[in-house]
């Protein structure tokens, strides 16, 4: 078993649609990144948690430390948050896991 | 731009070689990690240095090899290459020591694209 499993693996959906996708990690951790990686390849950070909610934009990220899972929202979707997203975990061994992302497509 | 950079960008070599794969930090940033991305395999934590030391060791083959040097720039060293190899090598940097992703935000170069043939 993975120690950080994403969901869904896939996804298309309709602009406009609020996007959720969800982490689930069985190890302790640090924080949790959520990365995003565009068809180009390039990676960028969107978020770092530790605990409770962050928000930038359109883009939410929550975790629950005791139950050992984070989503990702996404509200209003564009086509140009077509991307994978990426969950990674931090264990306190100071090692970095990631999952194994989630593809997203937008269509307009 | 991250202000990360990563050179080459792309490799192409034979099985058995060596090469060696560049990164800059962002000016100011002491911390360097390696990933590696392939098809099969996803992104995979490599290995992590802070202000020239290795603080964190993933999966990485006894074949590859880092360092990171008094100007903070690194060199990841991969030897007797084989295909499985061929990969997509990212590396980042942040501000501190960090505690793996834990504690602070990485910035990701473009990655070098490396085919072993």
């Known amino acids: 078993k993975n120690e950080v499993e994403q969901s869904p693996q896939n996804l298309t959906a309709q602009e406009g649609e609020f996007i959720t996708i969800n982490c689930s990690y069985s190890v302790g951790i640090s924080a949790l990144h959520w990365l995003q990686q565009h068809p180009g390849g390039g990676i960028v950070s969107l978020f770092m948690l530790s605990s409770g909610k962050k928000k930038h934009g359109r883009l939410i990220a929550t975790i629950n430390i005791q139950e050992k899972h984070s989503s990702l929202h996404i509200t209003a979707s564009h086509p140009r948050d077509s991307a994978v997203y990426i969950c990674?975990?931090?264990?306190?061994?100071?090692?970095?896991?990631f999952g194994k992302g989630t593809r997203l497509h937008i269509l307009p | 731009d991250s202000g990360v950079t990563q050179t080459p960008k792309h490799l192409i070599t034979a099985t058995g070689q060596r090469v060696t794969l560049r990164c800059s930090p962002r000016?100011?940033?002491?911390?360097v990690y390696w990933y590696q991305q392939s098809l099969d395999q996803g992104l995979q934590f490599l290995i992590h240095?802070?202000?020239?030391?290795?603080?964190a060791k993933g999966n990485i083959l006894e074949r590859f090899s880092a360092q990171q040097f008094p100007d903070l720039h690194s060199e990841l060293n991969l030897s007797s290459l084989e295909l499985g190899d061929s990969a997509l090598y990212f590396c980042a940097s942040s501000v501190g020591a960090g505690g793996g992703l834990g504690e602070e935000t990485q910035y990701f170069g473009p990655g070098t694209r490396l085919l072993v043939l």
């Open positions: 990674a975990v931090g264990r306190r061994d100071d090692k970095i896991i």
């Open positions: 240095y802070y202000n020239g030391e290795e603080r």
């Open positions: 000016s100011g940033d002491l911390s």
